[in-house]
Nanobody
Framework: QVQLVESGGGLVQAGGSLRLSCAAS????????MGWFRQAPGKEREFVAA????????KYGDSVKGRFTISRDFVKNTVYLQMNSLKPEDTAVYYC????????????????WGQGTQVFVSS
């Protein structure tokens, strides 16, 4: 079992930045690929970013490439999502997830999910 707790969401103006954090507890953090997803009202859940279990490689959704960066800290058992150049269309609830696999490139790999943190980007 893995418990995930997101933090760092809030209200920001377009063009601004936020850093989301996801603290993991439970089973060995380093054995899980980690990902971020988001869901806006009335829309389906969308893949945002993923990082491999060793942290050596990352993958991003097309809508956030070049603006968002995922990283992980194995000492703090935390995964981060640095979000720059935010746009109103980035407004959503952001979820952290853990996959008991090496890459986490597909949504179906994820077994554990956090409660989410709200991000609102004003125009």
């Amino acid at each position: 079992q893995v418990q995930l707790v997101e933090s760092g969401g809030g209200l920001v103006q377009a063009g601004g930045s936020l850093r989301l954090s996801c603290a993991a507890s439970g089973r060995t953090f380093s054995r899980y690929a980690m990902g971020w997803f988001r869901q806006a009202p009335g829309k389906e859940r969308e893949f945002v970013a993923a990082i491999t279990w060793r942290g050596g490689s990352a993958k991003y959704g097309d809508s956030v490439k070049g603006r968002f960066t995922i990283s992980r800290d194995f000492v703090k058992n935390t995964v981060y999502l640095q979000m720059n150049s935010l746009k109103p269309e980035d407004t959503a609830v952001y979820y952290c997830a853990a996959a008991p696999s090496a890459t986490g490139w597909t949504t179906g790999e994820y077994d554990y999910w956090g409660q989410g943190t709200q991000v609102f980007v004003s125009s």
